[in-house]
């Protein structure tokens, strides 16, 4: 009967003591849905078409950047650390000449993986005639499987938005608009890649002739779902 006894008392204590344990570590709250590793990120191109990525961590959250020059791409790679404090950075990102860059995410906590692709002429290197029509964007990562894209576009742009073949299109075309800042958001389908293209339209000043389109920049966004 106290043999009994005793081992009910060491189970209690054991629960108990575990109990105390979760709620005071700072790294298993942060596993929790409601309090995410990092909160959300942005990707922007400005005026002058520069890229930029902006991100903040929470709590107990480090992070270092990893580059490979083979491809141009910059990751940032997530850790959990106990005496880390929350924290807002800004990185450059660079098209470098190239047609493309790619920016990831590495989340060692939870092993999940996200990069976007941007495909876009870089302007410092760039002699086509036909610049795009827009000011600049942003693409925010709403860590719940949804990017919203903001944009402005330059003046008497008119804008459409149109879902082909599983890709997103924004059509921006000479046109009477009394608008010029626009904000869409889009659903990543799970198993699926996230496709998000500005579809530039120009006038060849002949009526005969069709008109020519350029679909830059693209936005692709792949997950390990």
Do not use: W
Not at 22 to 36: A, G, I
Not at 123 to 142: E, M, P, Q
Not at 185 to 197: A, R, S
Not at 203 to 217: I, V
């Amino acid at each position: 009967m106290k043999k009994l006894s005793l081992t009910s008392l060491l189970i209690v204590c054991t629960i108990i003591f575990s109990s105390c344990s979760n709620e005071s570590d700072p790294l298993l709250l942060n596993q929790s849905v409601d309090n995410p590793f990092a909160k959300k990120t942005a990707l922007q191109r400005n005026a002058d078409g520069s890229y930029f990525v902006d991100y903040e961590l929470n709590d107990g959250v480090k992070s270092d950047i990893t580059t490979n020059a083979s491809n141009n791409s910059k990751s940032i790679n997530l850790y959990a650390s106990e005496n880390a404090l929350g924290k807002s950075y800004n990185e450059e990102l660079s098209l470098n000449g190239q047609e493309q860059f790619v920016f990831g995410i590495n989340n060692t906590l939870d092993n999940s993986h996200t990069t976007l692709t941007i495909l876009d002429d870089d302007i410092k290197f760039s002699r086509v005639a036909n610049k795009d029509h827009l000011r600049g964007y942003k693409v925010t990562d709403n860590l719940d499987k949804t990017y919203t894209v903001d944009f402005t576009v330059k003046d008497n742009i008119a804008v459409d938005f149109v879902q082909n073949n599983g890709h997103y299109e924004i059509h921006l075309k000479k046109g009477t608009s009394n608008e010029s800042d626009f904000s869409r958001t889009f659903t990543k389908v799970t198993g699926e890649d996230l496709n998000i293209v500005f579809v530039n339209h120009y006038s060849n000043g002949n009526a005969r002739l069709a008109e020519t389109t350029k679909k830059k920049p693209r936005i692709i966004v792949v997950t390990t779902d």
